[in-house]
């Protein structure tokens, strides 16, 4: 991986939080910044560059919502991942987020934030 991609990672379900970002720092290249049970986390880290937030989707879409809409006023090519509960969930639309269940395994994860932040690079070289 050619860089470090910063993760704030928000879910209200502690222990699911704490196992996901073990999970994630287990992989080459990704490095989570911050986690929080809410969306009070922004002011605390804003100098540092964050490239992806991953919610859980279980918050509501307002708030999903309200959380994306604050970010991307601090960081304007932020992506972000919503974590479904249910696969119905998978349906919603969030705008230009990104939807996957939570329980995902962790080649899962990793293929899909590789791939959206890919995504994302091959936007800004055309």
């Given at each position: ?19 996901l ?82 329980s ?20 800004l070289?055309?």
């Amino acid at each position: 991986m050619d860089s470090m991609i910063n993760i704030v990672l928000i879910d209200q379900h502690t222990t699911y939080r704490e196992s996901l970002k073990t999970v994630l720092e287990q992989i080459d290249g990704f490095h989570v910044v911050q986690d929080s049970s809410d969306g009070n986390w922004a002011n605390a880290i804003a100098d540092i560059p964050i490239h992806l937030m991953i919610i859980d989707g279980s918050m509501g879409k307002e708030e999903c919502t309200r959380m994306i809409k604050h970010a991307i006023t601090k960081w304007k090519s932020i992506k972000t991942l919503i974590l479904a509960m249910y696969r119905e969930e998978l349906e919603y639309d969030y705008g230009k987020a990104e939807v996957m269940l939570k329980s995902s395994v962790k080649r899962e994860f990793e293929e899909k934030i590789k791939k959206m932040m890919t995504a994302q690079k091959d936007c800004l070289s055309h």
